[in-house]
């Protein structure tokens, strides 16, 4: 499910997210008694860029407020999620949020940083910047993935 995308049906689909990630954890943790697991969403930034503008990646295909809307109900995705897996009470899952694109967060605000493309500078919103600050305690992980950073590194700007 991925009904945070849409605001006019973010309302009915929060619900079924939240019984969806709940009867999840609660069949992993019963199911897998031994093992460890870690529920967490997949490429964070990605998730929210594919609305931004591909070629650029400037936020110009929606209104400000429309961005604003769009990662407010992606937190609370986050945050729904990671409430389930609570609820399901099962010691051995946990909740997490996966974000991509520090090197973005960082430029915003730094851009005296060497190598910086400054263009990443007006881009007003991030998983780092915008999400993480307004998650609940129950996000027990924050998990990076590198690919930003590897990207840097393959074009000698890091």
Known sequence: MNGWTNSSTWSTSKPLESTEMQN????????????????LNWEGDNALYQFLNSQNNLPTMLSSGAIDSLYSRYTDWINTRAAAVHTAGKSNVKAGVEFNMS??????????????????????????KTVLPSITSNVDYLSFSSYDQIHRILHGTL
């Open 24 to 39: 999840f954890a609660n069949y992993l943790g019963s199911n897998f008694p031994t093992k460890k697991f870690i529920i």
């Open 103 to 128: 090197w973005r967060a960082m430029l915003s605000q730094n851009t005296n940083i060497i190598g910086a493309d400054c263009s990443y500078a007006s881009i007003p919103h991030s998983v780092v």
